[in-house]
């Protein structure tokens, strides 16, 4: 029995290993009874999850004139698409394209602003940079509730309020912290005798940070991306406060004003938060690994 | 930028340890866009929180009315404590199931990792959007539930929290899947042959070395829970009468219902301490806040 410790693989890239016979042992450590306690409580939370998810898409194919004399977890009995075309038709294109380039904004103004800054938190150990790097230490604990009054007067002076800037600017800035907190942590990782290396061939810090840094901090970068993406996309907070207009009105809110409009058309309502959901789920599909991948950096691993 | 960039390049040839090193301004943009748009307000909430003002106007001074109205504020007491309450129960629901789930979910069966996808969809909904599901979920005439849940005060509670569990669940099973992946297999190896049994083995090992998981997990359950506003908003507009209007949601109906935008930034002073607080204490006692790499683990 003693030697079966012997292999044990100690990297921490889970792929290769499941393939290798100690791995087939291992397994076989984990799992040698069936535990039919977690079986049946991932049962539970299996129901727990998807009743909902049932009971949306269920209703959201019922006609509005069935929608109040049943219970969801009925199967509709004849199945239509009326309902998303209501919202389909109430403007739902507007509210996404709205809500794609407050993302792709947000990501951008990010990425511009905090790998420079992380760049010079690693790399220089002057007292100006450590002073940069605990202002966005402390910036983790300011809740955007708190501010939103001051910022609301501030938007208003400059003259930005009911534009998609005024979404688009403090949700940048409080999607910052946490990214500078990500890269700087991956930026730590590039060892200093590459950087030396380079020096030596005169190349520029600018140089560095474009064929050294970036490349080696992908990682890290596209765990920012995918946060601050996010952050942008179920922001609700800014644009309840700073938007008002039609004109600049993203999807959240989009949903949220869905409740009053549709009132008692609840399945409506239900096809309009399936929709919003595709275009993430979407992404799920597509790039689930670095999805996943990318949050568990976010939750500080 | 430019000039920034041949300073730096300058640097090159003085000297080895300095060589290539970028200079401080590189941080400059960062620094000046997060304090315009994140530090400034929260300097100017507490500016505020002296004065009154109806949103149109300039703020006038009222010194210390607004405090003293937030402490004579029946509804202070009871968010506070409904915030502390709204807080336990998320975190004990939230650390119980995403515990047992993510350490499940570390095995390597076919079954568990389709099950893990599964169980994350949730998470890809925003916090509106499955506001919006519960509220019609819950509906009384609609709903699963027959009753007026959303209608009790207890009923409104047990649902927020359920609903801010059924979204950050799957995050914190993550969290804690990754975690129990790191658990060095031999410590069981070790356990079983001294015949420690599978609860014994869960209590001795499992918990403890997952220790680091939990304090991540519960900083950002405390700090999340403040995020509540959405749900809060959605499914019970503060209700049934005041009993779960958390404080940022009292912060909104003052200022942007009733226009009181002193006495807003009153209570959102009040939140910045409360939070900023928390948050100092738990970055102290956890190091939450230390320069660790983040790519272990991933």
Same mark, same amino acid.
């Given at each position: 029995?003693?030697?079966?410790?012997?292999?044990?693989?100690?990297?921490?890239?889970?792929?290769?290993?499941?393939?290798?016979?100690?791995?087939?042992?291992?397994?076989?450590?984990?799992?040698?009874?069936?535990?039919?306690?977690?079986?049946?409580?991932?049962?539970?939370?299996?129901?727990?999850?998807?009743?909902?998810?049932?009971?949306?898409?269920?209703?959201?194919?019922?006609?509005?004139?069935?929608?109040?004399?049943?219970?969801?977890?009925?199967?509709?009995?004849?199945?239509?698409?009326?309902?998303?075309?209501?919202?389909?038709?109430?403007?739902?294109?507007?509210?996404?394209?709205?809500?794609?380039?407050?993302?792709?904004?947000?990501?951008?103004?990010?990425?511009? +602003?905090?790998?420079?800054?992380?760049?010079?938190?690693?790399?220089?150990?002057?007292?100006?940079?450590?002073?940069?790097?605990?202002?966005?230490?402390?910036?983790?604990?300011?809740?955007?509730?708190?501010?939103?009054?001051?910022?609301?007067?501030?938007?208003?002076?400059?003259?930005?309020?009911?534009?998609?800037?005024?979404?688009?600017?403090?949700?940048?800035?409080?999607?910052?912290?946490?990214?500078? +907190?990500?890269?700087?942590?991956?930026?730590?990782?590039?060892?200093?005798?590459?950087?030396?290396?380079?020096?030596?061939?005169?190349?520029?810090?600018?140089?560095?940070?474009?064929?050294?840094?970036?490349?080696?901090?992908?990682?890290?970068?596209?765990?920012?991306?995918?946060?601050?993406?996010?952050?942008?996309?179920?922001?609700?907070?800014?644009?309840?406060?700073?938007?008002?207009?039609?004109?600049?009105?993203?999807?959240?809110?989009?949903?949220?004003?869905?409740?009053?409009?549709?009132?008692?058309?609840?399945?409506?309502? +239900?096809?309009?938060?399936?929709?919003?959901?595709?275009?993430?789920?979407?992404?799920?599909?597509?790039?689930?690994?670095?999805?996943?991948?990318?949050?568990?950096?976010?939750?500080?691993? | 930028?430019?000039?920034?960039?041949?300073?730096?390049?300058?640097?090159?040839?003085?000297?080895?340890?300095?060589?290539?090193?970028?200079?401080?301004?590189?941080?400059?943009?960062?620094?000046?866009?997060?304090?315009?748009?994140?530090?400034?307000?929260?300097?100017?909430?507490?500016?505020?929180?002296?004065?009154?003002?109806?949103?149109?106007?300039?703020?006038?001074?009222?010194?210390?009315?607004?405090?003293?109205?937030?402490?004579?504020?029946?509804?202070?007491?009871?968010?506070?404590?409904?915030?502390?309450?709204?807080?336990?129960?998320?975190?004990?629901?939230?650390?119980?199931?995403?515990?047992?789930?993510?350490?499940?979910?570390?095995?390597?069966?076919?079954? $568990?990792?389709?099950?893990?996808?599964?169980?994350?969809?949730?998470?890809?909904?925003?916090?509106?959007?499955?506001?919006?599901?519960?509220?019609?979920?819950?509906?009384?005439?609609?709903?699963?539930?027959?009753?007026?849940?959303?209608?009790?005060?207890?009923?409104?509670?047990?649902?927020?929290?359920?609903?801010?569990?059924?979204?950050?669940?799957?995050?914190?099973?993550?969290?804690?899947?990754?975690?129990?992946?790191?658990?060095?297999?031999?410590?069981?190896?070790?356990?079983?042959?001294?015949?420690?049994?599978?609860?014994?083995?869960?209590?001795?090992?499992?918990?403890?070395?997952?220790?680091?998981?939990?304090?991540?997990?519960?900083?950002?359950?405390?700090?999340?829970?403040?995020?509540?506003?959405?749900?809060?908003?959605?499914?019970?507009?503060?209700?049934?009468?005041?009993?779960?209007?958390?404080?940022?949601?009292?912060?909104?109906?003052?200022?942007?219902?009733?226009?009181?935008?002193?006495?807003?930034?009153?209570?959102?002073?009040?939140?910045?301490?409360?939070?900023?607080?928390?948050?100092?204490?738990?970055? $102290?006692?956890?190091?939450?806040?230390?320069? $660790?790499?983040?790519?272990?683990?991933?």
């Amino acid at each position: 029995m003693s030697h079966d410790t012997l292999p044990r693989p100690t990297t921490t890239d889970k792929r290769p290993e499941r393939r290798r016979p100690e791995g087939l042992r291992r397994r076989r450590h984990w799992t040698r009874h069936a535990n039919p306690l977690a079986g049946l409580g991932s049962i539970i939370w299996l129901v727990i999850v998807l009743v909902p998810i049932y009971a949306m898409l269920s209703a959201s194919l019922t006609g509005p004139d069935k929608a109040l004399t049943g219970n969801p977890l009925k199967p509709p009995t004849d199945p239509t698409l009326d309902n998303y075309n209501t919202v389909l038709n109430s403007g739902f294109w507007h509210l996404l394209s709205n809500t794609v380039i407050v993302a792709v904004t947000v990501v951008g103004i990010v990425l511009v +602003l905090c790998v420079p800054l992380a760049y010079v938190a690693v790399r220089t150990r002057t007292r100006w940079s450590g002073a940069a790097f605990r202002l966005f230490l402390l910036g983790v604990a300011i809740p955007a509730q708190a501010v939103v009054v001051p910022l609301y007067l501030l938007i208003a002076k400059l003259d930005l309020y009911d534009s998609l800037l005024a979404v688009i600017l403090p949700t940048a800035a409080f999607a910052m912290p946490v990214s500078v +907190l990500v890269l700087t942590g991956t930026l730590r990782d590039i060892s200093e005798d590459l950087y030396e290396a380079m020096a030596l061939d005169g190349a520029s810090p600018l140089r560095m940070l474009f064929q050294l840094t970036i490349p080696l901090a992908k990682g890290g970068i596209s765990t920012v991306v995918i946060y601050a993406a996010l952050q942008a996309w179920n922001g609700f907070l800014f644009p309840l406060i700073f938007t008002q207009s039609d004109e600049p009105r993203v999807l959240t809110l989009g949903l949220f004003n869905f409740v009053s409009q549709f009132g008692v058309n609840i399945p409506a309502l +239900l096809a309009s938060v399936v929709l919003s959901g595709i275009p993430i789920f979407a992404v799920y599909l597509v790039a689930r690994r670095a999805l996943i991948g990318g949050l568990m950096g976010v939750g500080g691993k | 930028m430019s000039s920034t960039v041949t300073s730096g390049g300058e640097r090159v040839q003085r000297g080895k340890v300095r060589a290539g090193r970028p200079g401080a301004v590189w941080a400059l943009p960062a620094v000046l866009f997060f304090t315009f748009f994140a530090v400034v307000p929260m300097a100017l909430a507490f500016y505020l929180s002296f004065t009154k003002w109806d949103g149109l106007g300039d703020p006038k001074p009222v010194g210390l009315a607004n405090w003293q109205k937030l402490l004579d504020d029946p509804r202070l007491t009871q968010s506070l404590t409904l915030t502390v309450l709204l807080t336990a129960a998320s975190w004990a629901f939230q650390t119980v199931v995403a515990l047992l789930l993510g350490v499940w979910a570390a095995g390597r069966q076919r079954n $568990r990792a389709v099950l893990s996808a599964i169980f994350f969809v949730p998470f890809l909904l925003s916090s509106t959007a499955i506001s919006v599901l519960f509220y019609a979920l819950l509906d009384p005439n609609f709903g699963i539930i027959q009753k007026d849940t959303l209608g009790s005060s207890s009923g409104a509670f047990l649902a927020i929290v359920f609903v801010g569990g059924w979204q950050f669940i799957p995050f914190h099973t993550l969290i804690y899947q990754g975690g129990a992946r790191q658990i060095p297999p031999v410590l069981y190896q070790a356990a079983a042959i001294d015949g420690a049994g599978r609860y014994r083995q869960f209590f001795s090992i499992t918990l403890p070395q997952l220790r680091h998981t939990i304090t991540t997990s519960t900083v950002l359950i405390v700090v999340g829970s403040l995020t509540y506003f959405e749900t809060v908003l959605i499914l019970t507009k503060g209700g049934p009468g005041t009993d779960t209007a958390i404080l940022p949601y009292l912060m909104y109906e003052a200022g942007f219902k009733t226009y009181d935008f002193g006495y807003a930034s009153a209570i959102a002073s009040a939140l910045v301490l409360a939070a900023t607080g928390l948050s100092l204490i738990l970055i $102290r006692l956890t190091g939450f806040g230390g320069m $660790r790499s983040t790519r272990e683990g991933m």
